[in-house]
């Protein structure tokens, strides 16, 4: 098993940055596929972006202003955020699974609480 505790998120101005980070326990932590998805008031849970072996994926609306990265000793996987606009303010939400999920939010087995992020315009 492995237990998520994201942080890093806040209040920040359309055009600004935040870096999330989502820390794991566990020794295996290296063997899970990680992402990260976001939910906003009223809407339904969606992918932003996740990280495997051999590369990252993102979901359209933030490719080229977001960077996910997993440091396995230290157990912690980052969301980079650049360009923040007001559409990106969410709930984000780190997500952990043994087996590759991509940006299928229902199969991944374990989250985190969530860190809020929120963006004035």
């Known amino acids: 098993q492995v237990q998520l505790v994201e942080s890093g998120g806040g209040l920040v101005q359309a055009g600004g940055s935040l870096r999330l980070s989502c820390a794991a326990s566990?020794?295996?932590?290296?063997?899970?596929?990680m992402g990260w998805f976001r939910q906003a008031p009223g809407k339904e849970r969606e992918f932003v972006a996740s990280?495997?072996?051999?590369?990252?994926y993102y979901a359209d609306s933030v490719k080229g202003r977001f960077t996910i990265s997993r440091d396995n000793a230290e157990n912690t996987v980052y969301l980079q955020m650049n360009s923040l606009k007001p559409e990106d303010t969410a709930v984000y939400y780190c997500?952990?699974?043994?087996?590759?999920?991509?940006?299928?939010?229902?199969?991944?087995?374990?989250w985190g609480q969530g860190t809020e992020v929120t963006v004035s315009s």
């Open positions: 997500a952990a699974d043994k087996t590759y999920r991509g940006p299928t939010a229902q199969l991944y087995d374990y």
């Open positions: 566990g020794r295996t932590f290296s063997f899970y596929f």
């Open positions: 990280v495997t072996w051999s590369g990252t």
